[in-house]
């Protein structure tokens, strides 16, 4: 009788598992908590919103330890480095052993009141309007 055990990745995929040591990027995210849920990473990487060594990654991606992960998600940009590949979600205190978390610091409600507030209806900023803007921010 012949073996049927299957050897490969998932059935009619084509595809072979990952390589020991790298999980997917979209896993991955969702693994460590970066995200809330795994489709929600996934939609950032097909959106662009996700870079792997400043390369615009796919949801399956392959990230390795060493590499820089960047994401922006919920207005605000987190920049990483994988420690440790993970593929299952794992609790809070072990998936902060997994990344080395390089990300800007959060602005006080101080910084963010900085960004310019137009009231309803007013239309477009003029040009001296968006020069004052980039004034107030410092650019």
Not at 38 to 50: F, L, N, P, Q
Request: overall charge positive.
């Amino acid at each position: 009788m012949a073996d049927t055990k299957n050897t490969g990745g998932a059935a009619g995929t084509g595809t072979g598992p990952l390589e020991a040591g790298t999980a997917r990027v979209d896993a991955w995210i969702w693994s460590v908590r970066l995200t809330k849920t795994r489709s929600v990473a996934a939609t950032a990487c097909r959106a662009g919103h996700v870079k792997v060594n400043g390369e615009r990654a796919k949801p399956a991606q392959p990230v390795r330890a060493g590499d820089e992960v960047r994401l922006f998600h919920a207005g605000r940009e987190r920049v990483v480095v994988v420690r440790r590949p993970v593929t299952k979600r794992v609790g809070a205190p072990v998936a902060v052993e997994c990344f080395v978390d390089n990300s800007p610091a959060v602005p006080t409600p101080v910084e963010a009141a900085v960004v310019g507030i137009r009231d309803r209806g007013a239309g477009r900023p003029t040009k001296r309007e968006r020069r004052e803007f980039d004034t107030l921010r410092g650019r």
